[in-house]
């Protein structure tokens, strides 16, 4: 797979949302769209793609021979990202940062509290899970290319569970007799032959959180429109989809996530200032913004520019008008 880097000189702490704005070189007084929505969908389509169904999406994964996905192990995940076995004090859980709500609705938080004990915060924002079994990279530097290798770096993160080993964590669950039982009936079917095996073991684990995460999908207004529907963005939504396209936002941020396979270097010299474009999915209820979180409200993620945080060359009403397309790719429900 080619990764995608783009190096431009600018302040590190700007992620690569704002790097659209610089990359296109468009006057801040261009006319918003006066396509039709036809030709409008026409001209998205050679940049994004409609999320899948969900149905569509599991039988994807199901032939993926990498991808582990039975109902058990499923629920397995679902148990273990609730359990706060799987942080050093026992008192935090995945979904304390990554919250789910109701199977359903999603908010994401910027942890700058100790989640795990040493006295440090964690060192980014917390990213999104929905989606995250289309997503070409993971991580904010984009180095990882599979979601179990992600997960199971994650897991062992002193700044985020504070578990110091592979070890600790199956020490961990070993405590409690119900994954003993859970474990087996979710893995035994891989391998029936084999009586008495162990499978509390920490591929088991990571298996098992990434298949629980795999499920978490949204479908949204953007891709009522781009299967057809006229009407699933309004007017003004579809004038800040035309002037996303203009401004160059879709060299970071394209495809059925609008984002996850670019990453943008943002220092000429500084390799350690290389980030992932986020998924724009949701990105309306994803606050704060940034990979250090350090920007609170979407208007501000559009508005400012990289170099010295000065205020970009958008005009106000330009501004509205992509958030407006923005808050298109929420999960249909959930405003």
């Known amino acids: 797979m080619i990764r995608t880097i783009l190096t431009i000189p600018t302040l590190a702490r700007y992620s690569a949302f704002s790097v659209c704005v610089l990359l296109s070189g468009v006057s801040a007084a261009a006319e918003t769209t006066t396509m039709s929505a036809v030709e409008l969908r026409q001209q998205a389509l050679k940049h994004f793609a409609p999320l899948p169904h969900f149905k569509e999406r599991y039988e994807r994964q199901q032939a993926d021979s990498h991808v582990h996905n039975n109902a058990t192990l499923v629920h397995m995940g679902k148990v273990l990202f609730k359990d706060s076995l ?39 924002n917390t990213p999104a899970i929905k989606n995250m079994a289309l997503a070409k990279r993971f991580g904010w530097r984009g180095e990882h290319e599979r979601l179990e290798s992600f997960i199971a770096e994650h ?75 006229d009407k699933a963005l309004s007017k003004t939504q579809q004038q800040g989809l035309s002037l996303f396209m203009e401004k160059g936002c879709v060299t970071c941020h394209s495809g059925a996530l609008l984002g996850t396979e670019t990453v943008v270097n943002l220092g000429t010299a500084d390799e350690t200032q290389r980030f992932r474009a986020p998924s724009l999915r949701n990105v309306g209820l994803t606050s704060p913004y940034l990979h250090d979180g350090s920007v609170q409200r979407l208007d501000d993620a559009i508005r400012h520019r990289l170099e010295g945080g000065k205020a970009s060359t958008l005009t106000e009403a330009e501004v509205r008008l992509i958030k407006s397309f923005l808050y298109g790719l929420t999960e249909q429900g959930q405003l």
């Open 86 to 124: 799987l942080s050093l004090r026992g008192k935090n859980n995945c979904r304390q940062c990554h919250r789910v709500m109701d199977d359903r609705a999603v908010s994401y938080t910027f942890p700058a509290f100790d989640v795990s004990g040493n006295g440090q915060p964690a060192p980014y």
């Open 155 to 229: 897991l062992l993160d002193e700044n985020i569970t504070g578990i110091p080993s592979e070890e600790a964590v199956i020490r961990r669950l070993d405590s409690n007799p119900s994954y003993d039982v859970a474990f087996t009936e979710a893995y035994r079917d891989d391998d029936p032959d084999q009586k008495g095996k162990v499978y509390i073991t920490y591929d088991n684990t990571v298996r098992a959180l990434a298949a629980y995460l795999r499920t978490a999908g949204s479908q949204d207004p953007f891709d009522d429109f781009l299967n057809g529907n």
